[in-house]
């Protein structure tokens, strides 16, 4: 009878020692999840660090400031705006130029009713002369004075050249 008796005792051993075993695996998971901050255990788990906020809040203080009188500044005379440069597709108003050239001068009238004064001179500064001429006599007088005055000041304009 004594063999059965130290097989069972071996056999609970084990068991107890298995349970042991198990309950020290399932401690250390938890405490290494707890220092990795995949679960939260006050004390263990580490403090996280704020993620800055991608607006910035606006500042407040702790403490109201004192009320000052704002002091009445003069406001600086605006600024004139910086003139934009329009970007000219030059070899686009040399093609149109060279289509331009070939029409008869009431048909392009009527093509260049609508255009605005200032795209028109561009292409106008690269025709012929004597068409933008024809052009300008059947044009209204007001319409061709527009774009007389464009005309003058696209021709004026001195080219950037390129560094």
């Known amino acids: 009878m004594a063999g059965k008796a130290g097989k069972k005792k071996s056999k609970i051993g084990l068991i107890i020692g298995l349970v042991v075993l198990l309950l020290l695996i399932a ?4 405490a ?21 906020p991608l607006v910035p809040a606006a500042k407040t203080e702790d403490a ?6 704002p002091k009445k500044e003069e406001a600086p005379p605006p600024e004139e705006p910086a003139p934009t440069t329009k970007v ?14 070939e029409m008869p001068a009431d ?16 292409v106008l500064n690269e025709m012929d002369s004597e068409k933008v001429a024809q052009l300008l006599v ?11 005055q464009e005309l003058k000041r696209v021709a004026s304009l001195v080219p950037i050249e390129a560094q």
Do not use: C
């Open 27 to 30: 401690a250390g998971a938890v």
């Open 32 to 52: 290494g999840l707890a220092f990795t901050g995949k679960i939260n255990i006050p004390g263990i788990t580490p403090k996280k660090k704020p993620i800055p």
């Open 64 to 69: 109201p400031a004192p009320k000052v009188e």
């Open 88 to 101: 000219v597709d030059k070899k686009g108003a040399q093609k149109l130029a060279e289509v331009w050239n």
């Open 107 to 122: 048909g392009l009238l009527k093509v260049t009713e609508k255009w605005k004064p200032s795209d028109l001179a561009l």
């Open 138 to 148: 059947l044009m209204k007088p007001d319409q061709a004075s527009k774009v007389s």
